[in-house]
């Protein structure tokens, strides 16, 4: 046991303040009350279709005691900062930070423990929650990371799982993407073992970047957490099932999961862009709520939002462009494209013999689980510009020798067009030029840009 205070750069309270004071013109704080019923939603969407990407701080909520910080995660630009990489950087220092797992240390005493509410006195109404889109069953929590630890070697895994209320003292959730905390769910489930869990709702943006890399079982993501801090995670146990979770977390609900009990959940507004109903429907049975006498709710935006899906992507792209570079260094960038969800894949690349794009975009389609279609392009695309990826595809790609498919392979189970089986196709463009392609590019001169830039400054202005 560790006497000593938890680090205050994991506090999510002092990164906010640190991050209004730095950077006020990319957060929105609205003073007005919001609606709880897709009010911050409307505000994220209504953005987006300004091109704004503002984090979003409302500090009154109808109906609810806390305010509401979301958005954090739509900009990659504002990730980068987070992350401390220079512009274009956010693979490589994602993967070198990440790679620096640090253990968790245990302390004592932290905010969390601020205010424990347990047994009979568990009520969910007391937790925050938003709804989000008119098509939703009911108020969800979207930022629930759910940590558990294995029975044999307390090695932890965290991931994000939707929840509603489903009763006083238990939570309906889905466990859809059976991962590793599906995997681990199953081994208590063999050994007829409820499996204790701890959901952290809320915490430093680095720690939520943690929570959603894809790493093996035996990696704990609370070390990539620390890997991310540069120092290790600050934990406490939890009272009743002892699990280390964020000394700094703003709400955790402990309880557990028993692999057989069932509960409606969904349909819910999923990153597809679809209002999912597909769900593993467990039940989150609620011992203790632990919360800081101040907390914020850190909402997290459903639906294809950047938000969503740049927490979602950006450990996976980061690992993805290691990978593939280590293998193939002529990859340049990869980019997965909100449009796409998360099924599309951008790559660029230095070509140099026939056939080498192909051979990325097979490696590519086998590794992430997620991707359906990639589409290879020459360096000089900017693969972040869907615009661009277009134009190569309509001018250099031809159907009958540019493209392969593969079938019948596992799919994301969120995808509403799979088999009923769960099954996908995924397919290979190949828009890179080739060894044979003719084509010069247009060219508009630097003295003719120059002279309009000053022509346009003086019309425009006047
Ligand atoms: C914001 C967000 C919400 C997510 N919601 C769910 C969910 O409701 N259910 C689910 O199974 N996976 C969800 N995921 C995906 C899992 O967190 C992801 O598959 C997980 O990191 C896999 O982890 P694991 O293999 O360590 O369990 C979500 C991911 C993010 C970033």
């Known amino acids: 046991m560790n006497h000593a205070e938890p680090s205050p750069r994991q506090d999510l309270h002092r990164f906010l303040d640190d991050y209004l004071e730095a950077h006020p013109e990319d957060v929105l704080v609205v003073e007005d009350v919001v609606p709880a019923q897709e009010g911050v939603t409307g505000l994220i969407y209504e953005l987006t279709a300004r091109r704004r990407s503002d984090m979003v701080l409302c500090r009154k909520i109808a109906g609810l005691d806390v305010p509401v910080l979301s958005n954090v995660f739509a900009s990659r630009a504002r990730i980068e900062r987070i992350l401390d990489a220079e512009p274009g950087r956010l693979h490589e220092v994602y993967q070198q930070r990440a790679a620096r797992r640090l253990e968790p240390r245990e302390v004592d005493d932290g905010p969390v423990l601020d205010l424990v509410v347990s047994g009979d006195d568990v009520d969910l109404a007391t937790v925050p929650m938003l709804t989000h889109f008119s098509s939703d069953r009911a108020p969800y929590v979207t930022s629930g990371i759910i940590v558990a630890e294995d029975p044999d070697t307390g090695v932890g895994n965290m991931s994000y799982h939707r929840s509603m209320v489903h009763s006083r003292n238990e939570l309906a959730t889905s466990l859809h993407s059976r991962g590793d905390l599906w995997r681990m769910l199953n081994t208590y489930g063999e050994r007829r073992r409820p499996m204790p869990v701890a959901m952290v709702i809320g915490g430093h943006p680095l720690f939520m970047l943690a929570a959603s890399s894809r790493v093996p079982y035996d990696v704990d993501e609370r070390s990539i957490a620390g890997g991310l801090f540069g120092e290790p995670l600050d934990v406490v ?53 632990l919360r800081r006498h101040d907390p914020v709710l850190l909402d997290v935006e459903g639906g294809n939002t950047d938000e969503h899906l740049n927490l979602a992507r950006i450990p996976r792209e980061s690992e993805m462009a290691e990978k593939i570079r280590d293998r193939f260094p002529d990859v340049r960038a990869l980019h997965y494209p909100t449009s796409g969800t998360h099924f599309h894949c951008y790559v660029a690349l230095r070509q140099q013999r026939p056939g080498q794009a192909r051979q990325v975009m097979l490696g590519l389609l086998g590794w992430d689980p997620y991707v359906k279609t990639v589409v290879a392009v020459d360096e000089d695309v900017d693969i972040t510009n869907d615009s661009e990826v277009l134009w190569a595809l309509a001018t250099h790609f031809q159907p009958h020798r540019d493209l392969f498919t593969v079938d019948g392979l596992p799919g994301s189970p969120l995808d509403p067009s799979s088999g009923s089986d769960g099954t996908t196709s995924r397919m290979a463009l190949d828009a890179t030029r080739g060894p044979d392609f003719h084509g010069d590019r247009i060219v508009v001169s630097e003295a003719a840009r120059a002279a309009a830039r000053t022509l346009l400054d003086q019309t425009l202005d006047s």
């Open 237 to 289: 146990r939890t009272p009743r099932h002892g699990i280390r979770v964020p000394a700094w977390a703003e709400i955790v609900i402990e309880g557990t999961i028993d692999a057989t009990a069932r509960a409606d959940e969904g349909p819910f507004g999923e990153f597809s862009g679809y209002s999912s109903h597909r769900s593993t429907n467990n039940v989150l049975h609620v011992d203790t709520i």
